[in-house]
């Protein structure tokens, strides 16, 4: 499915069961949003983001739990 073929500045929306902006779609800044309407940067997730992997040196990271840094890199050392 492809949602706004012809390039247009259309939102799209995609709604949840409690959350009208589950997914939402800036089409004039090309923008997502999660949880958010509003999005700020090319992805702008409201809540915490879970993954297994991340892409890159991470030097633009910021906001980050110092205790939490330090023992995910204490077991990256153990664990190799």
């Known amino acids: 499915?492809?949602?706004n073929d012809a390039s247009?500045?259309?939102d799209f929306r995609v709604e949840g069961d409690s959350?009208?902006?589950l997914l939402f779609?800036?089409?004039g800044n090309d923008?997502?949003?999660?949880?958010?309407?509003s999005p700020s940067t090319a992805?702008?997730?409201t809540g915490t983001v879970t993954a297994t992997a991340f892409s890159g040196d991470g030097s633009s990271l910021t906001n980050l739990n110092?205790?939490?840094v330090g023992?995910?890199?204490a077991m990256a050392i153990v664990f190799g």
């Open 1 to 3: 499915i492809i949602v």
């Open 8 to 10: 247009a500045d259309l």
């Open 19 to 21: 959350d009208t902006k």
């Open 25 to 27: 779609t800036d089409a």
């Open 31 to 37: 923008r997502v949003g999660i949880l958010n309407s």
């Open 43 to 45: 992805l702008d997730v």
């Open 66 to 68: 110092a205790a939490s």
């Open 71 to 73: 023992k995910a890199i």
